[in-house]
Structures are given as C-alpha cells and as structure tokens.
C-alpha cells in the first residue's frame, strides 16, 4: 500500500501535466476566436476527433467554422459547449450522422378557411343528397307537409354549425410543433376520438332542432334548385380549397408534411 502512493501520486501528476499541455495546445489553435477555456478544450477535442475520423479538409474546416460561431453566440447568453453539443464524441457522431430534419406542416390550416370550407361542403352534400332524394321519392319535398331539415334555412344553419365545428376540431387535432422538443406531434388518439364525438353529438343536436323550424322561415325549393346548388357550391369549395391550399380539414383530410 505505502508503495502505490508514490505510483498515484506520479500518475496524477502526470495526468494533471497532460490537461495542462491539452488547454495549452487547445488555446493556441482557438484562442483567436475569444472562446471561454472550456469551449477551446472543446474545440480542441473536436479537432482531434474529427482528424481521427479522417474527415475531408473543407468539409472540416465548415464545421470548425459553424461550430466556433454557435460557440460564440451561446457565450453571450452563458450557454457551454456541452450544453449545446454536448460532448465531443456526441457532437462528431452527430455532425458525421446527421438526423433526419422533422417534417414541417404545410399549408393554410386558418380557422376562418377551415370553417368556411367544411360549411360550403356540408351545404352542398345536404343540398344535393335532398335533390337527389326528391328524384327517387317525389313526394319526400312536398309543399303541402312541413319541411322540416330539407327547408333552406335548416341546411344553411346546420352548414354553418358544422363548418364552424369541424373547423375548430381540425384546427386543434392538426400537427404542431411542440416547444420544447421542436419536433412535431400529434395529440393523443382518444383525445382526438373524444373531439370528434363530442362535435358529432352537438352538431346531430343543431341538425335535430332545425327540423322544427315553421315553413315561413324555412322555405323549400324544386329539387333541380337543390341539385345545381349542391354542384354549384361543391365546384366553389374545390377552387377555395386550391386557392388557399386549405388542409387538414373532415374533408381534405392531413396537411401535406414536408421533409
């Protein structure tokens, strides 16, 4: 045992001598660049490891350059190399083995278009679905009973009901970016699940009460009125959709992700 101590004791000091003749060596390639003693330690590491991989002399000296200046820039806000890259070996693996960016959600998800373009879609499909019944059963729009869900009104409310629903639900369930991680995600399936019912049971509500609106404030029309409607305001809800670039909405299903 008293025959070790010396053997440690030399063994440190030669260590501490290496870390010394390290920094040395390290201030001398990166002392121009003002970097702290820790981030020219890092620096120095990098070098030596990036020299080790055999990297070619321009790609190096690129990431040398671009790692220096985030070095820099983080110095003013206290950020340590290690905080930002962490350690060497880490930092080389990653710059030699680069990630694949996160896709990036693309398109027009505003709430006012996503609305106005659920609610023309509603209107037309009710519009042209009671023109078509009218072909197969005449007598389903007749003038002399009450009309009920099939009256203008009643389609205009219930559109505009679930336009301004489903746009809120495909505004909140769309992809986002989450601000700690950057990456983006996606909310939880039952949550998603759980919106979609929600907004279903209160839109069939609105759907049920217009169906007692009096024909003086509902009125009813021929069923080719309802067919060229429903095509007319279907063609112009297409030509919305393209304009704007409008995704993610019950209709035009998930944003297009960009990698």
Same mark, same amino acid.
């Given at each position: 045992?008293?025959?070790?101590?010396?053997?440690? +004791?030399?063994?440190?000091?030669?260590?501490?001598q290496y870390i010394k003749e390290n920094n040395k060596e390290a201030g001398k390639l990166f002392s121009e660049y003002g970097l702290t003693r820790k981030n020219e330690e890092f620096m120095?590491?990098? =070098?030596?490891?990036?020299? %080790? @991989? @055999?990297? +070619? +002399?321009?790609?190096? @000296?690129?990431w040398i350059n671009e790692t220096v200046a985030k070095l820099q820039e983080g110095q003013k806000k206290g950020?340590? %190399? @290690? +905080?930002?890259?962490?350690?060497?070996?880490?930092?080389?693996d990653e710059l030699l083995n680069p990630?694949?960016?996160?896709?990036?959600?693309? !398109?027009?998800? =505003?709430?006012?278009?996503? %609305?106005l373009d659920n609610g023309m879609m509603f209107f037309a499909i009710f519009s042209f679905m009671f023109g078509l019944i009218s072909f197969i059963n005449p007598n389903s729009l007749s003038q002399n009973g009450h009309y009920g869900s099939s009256g203008l009104t009643a389609i205009l409310i219930v559109a505009i009901a679930g336009g301004l629903l489903f746009g809120y639900i495909a505004k909140i369930m769309a992809p986002y970016k989450n601000k700690k991680t950057g990456k983006v995600v996606q909310r939880s399936l039952w949550m998603r699940i759980g919106m979609i019912v929600v907004a279903f049971a209160i839109w069939i509500g609105i759907y049920t009460v217009t169906a007692f609106l009096p024909n003086s404030i509902n009125p009813q029309t021929n069923k080719w009125v309802y067919i060229i409607l !429903?095509?007319?305001?279907?063609? %112009?809800?297409?030509?919305?959709?393209?304009?704007?670039?409008?995704? =993610?909405?019950?209709?035009?299903?998930?944003?297009?992700?960009k990698k």
């Open positions: 045992m008293v025959s070790e101590q010396p053997r440690n +004791a030399a063994a440190g000091q030669r260590q501490k120095y590491q990098l =070098n030596k490891q990036l020299d %080790a @991989k @055999k990297v +070619a +002399a321009d790609k190096k @000296k690129t950020q340590t %190399a @290690k +905080a930002l890259f962490g350690t060497p070996t880490t930092y080389v990630k694949k960016k996160e896709p990036t959600v693309q !398109g027009n998800n =505003n709430f006012g278009l996503l %609305a !429903g095509i007319v305001i279907f063609g %112009a809800d297409l030509y919305l959709r393209t304009r704007f670039n409008i995704v =993610n909405n019950v209709f035009a299903g998930q944003p297009r992700t």
